[in-house]
């Protein structure tokens, strides 16, 4: 009892129980709370920040890897391809893609997409750095203003150029379409001025059209006038004292190439956007085509062709002045006729007593100084042709379709003719050119009167000159155009 009452206080009463009352929620739930809070601030941040997705169609998916490959804007990482799938429609690839937010705006009708994977072409070796990063899908930004797309058609190969970023652009027409891709150089005395923007079978199915694209500060170097030849692969001519190899460069080796000239340079009006143009197989294409086409057109007749064929040389003192252009047989069928083409330039050599003779292979002649050989030159021994030669005193200039007689050989006399003929502007003419002219003018001379057109007035000569047409009248035309030397040859 004693003991019990021990544990008790001395006054015996028992420890008063003190109850306190709760003041709310307990700190506890505030974890849950802010957890909340912060998932919902995150979903919120990842639904205004989300990307933008976008599907990518090509031909297959050589080079890409879902999960892996990126999309990359000036080089820098702008997205990733999620999934690859099949595409039912064409059994080609499907990209589903996602690009970053800010990638947005740009993803619009002029956009553009392509795989940067190591590539050797169009005179370039690019992509070697992919080799050790991998392909990744390069990215051109559409126009801000332009209409949104998220389908895109991936590019074969890299773009050169959009109608944006000015330039000039030109095309070309070819019969085929050589070692040509796109990205091939355009060279300009031998330096990169352009590339080939795109090669395709020409609308109508007949050959080949080429699109060239300069920028800016190359644009300029293309004026109306302006030639341009093919200038892939070597190019090697040949003769008996040389041997030509030309190139534009390694690269034009590889992946073919296009070169060209302006002979007309500032003279001549800057090409326009959309100008076309020829493009010739190689550089020597353009001086057969400026023999071919474009001149003054003349005809010779003779009995017998003696070796002359269609793309002989036509020369003048041995030089090259024009071409053999086509040649037929008479409607009588006992003359031939070969139409000539003289370049411009040299029009004012060819006058209305001007003698044409066969200058192909050699002719000899056995007389009391003993045996003679006539060859024209080397050359016209080699591949043939016809020469011709025009008095001291010159008659008029002849007019297009004038008929002349191709003598079947040379003579000495028509090899010492020294005419004065200029082919300057007019008024730069030298007083004794002028002076020697207006003498001509005045009195045709015994020469000039003595061949074809001798004695005539220019529109005379010229309406004697014109083809004949009647065959009946052959022999009348004949006579009335050669006079009298037709009696001694005919």
């Known amino acids: 009892m004693s003991e019990a009452s021990g544990e008790q206080d001395e006054s015996g009463d028992l420890p008063d129980v003190v109850v306190t009352k709760g003041r709310g929620v307990s700190l506890i739930w505030l974890v849950p709370i802010v957890a909340l809070a912060i998932g ?54 499907l990209l589903h893609c996602t690009l970053d937010k800010e990638a947005g705006p740009h993803l619009t009708d002029g956009a553009m997409f392509w795989i940067e994977h190591p ?32 389908k895109f058609a991936g590019l074969a190969n890299p773009p050169v150029a ?12 070819t019969a085929k379409g050589y070692s040509l891709a796109v990205g091939s150089l355009v060279y300009y005395m031998h330096q990169e001025v352009g590339t080939v923007e795109a090669v395709e079978l020409a609308a109508n199915g007949e050959g080949v059209a080429v699109q060239l694209y300069l920028p800016d500060e190359h644009a300029a170097l293309v004026r109306q006038d302006s030639r341009f030849w093919n200038a892939g692969g070597i190019q090697i001519s040949a003769s008996l004292g040389k041997v030509d190899v030309n190139t534009q460069s390694l690269s034009s080796i590889l992946s073919g190439g296009i070169a060209f000239d302006s ?5 001549s ?54 071409m053999v252009i086509s040649q037929e047989l008479m409607p009588d069928s006992r ?9 411009n330039r040299y029009r004012p050599l060819v006058r209305t007593n001007s003698v044409f003779w066969n200058a192909s292979g050699i002719s000899a002649d056995l007389g009391l100084t003993g045996l003679h050989i006539h060859a024209e030159s080397l050359q016209s021994l080699l591949s043939g042709g016809i020469a011709f030669a025009t008095p001291s005193s010159p008659g008029h200039l002849v007019k297009e379709g004038s008929v002349f007689r191709l003598e079947p050989e040379v003579e000495d006399k028509w090899l010492k003719w020294d005419p004065v003929l200029w082919r300057g502007p007019p ?52 006579k009335k155009k050669h006079g009298l030397l037709s009696r001694w040859f005919h």
């Open 263 to 267: 002979p007309g340079r500032t003279n």
């Open 269 to 322: 009006p800057a090409a326009k956007t959309g100008a076309s143009y020829w493009l010739h197989s190689d550089r020597d294409d353009i001086d057969d085509s400026l023999l071919r086409f474009g001149g003054l057109r003349i005809i010779v007749e003779a009995p017998h062709l003696g070796g002359v064929t269609v793309g002989d040389a036509v020369s003048y003192r041995e030089m090259t002045v024009g």
């Open 335 to 343: 003359w031939l006729r070969l139409h000539l083409n003289i370049q």
């Open 427 to 478: 008024g730069s003419a030298p007083p004794e050119v002028k002076a020697s002219a207006e003498k001509r003018k005045a009195s045709p001379g015994p020469i000039a009167r003595f061949f074809h057109h001798g004695g005539k007035s220019e529109e005379e000569a010229a309406r004697d000159a014109e083809p004949q047409k009647d065959p009946s009248q052959h022999e009348a035309h004949n």
């Open 162 to 173: 959009r109608d944006s970023d000015g330039g000039l652009r030109v095309k070309l027409h």
């Open 40 to 93: 919902a601030y995150m979903a919120w941040d990842a639904f205004e920040n989300r990307g933008v997705e976008i599907v990518i169609t090509y031909p297959d998916a050589e080079w890409l890897e879902a999960g892996k490959t990126k999309i990359k804007y000036r080089s820098i990482e702008v997205g990733s391809v999620d999934e690859i799938h099949i595409d039912p429609d064409t059994n080609g690839a």
């Open 119 to 150: 590539r050797v072409g169009g005179g370039q070796i690019s992509g070697l750095g992919t080799l050790l990063s991998g392909a990744f899908i390069a990215m051109r930004a559409g126009d801000d203003d332009g209409k949104p797309v998220r």
